[in-house]
């Protein structure tokens, strides 16, 4: 899981502990908040908007996590997020060709 987190976008690393946040999710290092305030000396927990946060403490937090339960979630919204991507590249490419009749 750890090296689909790294490749992953942003956008879907956000989504993620934002919906970790929602669920009350804690890894290893606490929940978000208690995560940004035990490694992020500058801003600490006073930033907590995960999508002004760098791809690197996003993926830093998700990897906190070991259950299976919680790996099998992040791997769900990724199917999604990937899923969704498909979908809407289908569909550029279906305006993009010419209508059979």
């Given at each position: 899981?750890?090296?689909?987190?790294?490749?992953?976008?942003?956008?879907?690393l956000?989504?993620?502990?934002?919906?970790?946040?929602?669920?009350?999710?804690?890894?290893?290092?606490?929940?978000?908040?208690?995560?940004?305030?035990?490694?992020?000396?500058?801003?600490?927990?006073?930033m907590?908007?995960?999508?002004?946060?760098?791809?690197?403490?996003?993926?830093?937090?998700?990897?906190?996590?070991?259950?299976?339960?919680?790996?099998?979630?992040?791997?769900?919204?990724?199917?999604?997020?990937?899923?969704?991507?498909?979908?809407?590249?289908?569909?550029?490419?279906?305006?993009?060709?010419?209508?059979?009749?």
């Open positions: 899981m750890d090296e689909k987190i790294d490749t992953a976008e942003k956008k879907v956000v989504d993620i502990v934002k919906l970790v946040q929602k669920k009350g999710m804690k890894g290893k290092m606490g929940d978000w908040k208690e995560f940004l305030n035990s490694n992020d000396k500058k801003f600490g927990a006073g907590s908007d995960p999508s002004k946060r760098s791809h690197e403490v996003l993926a830093a937090f998700l990897k906190t996590f070991s259950k299976d339960e919680d790996l099998k979630f992040f791997g769900n919204i990724m199917r999604h997020h990937s899923n969704q991507y498909t979908l809407e590249r289908l569909k550029d490419r279906s305006q993009d060709s010419p209508e059979q009749l």
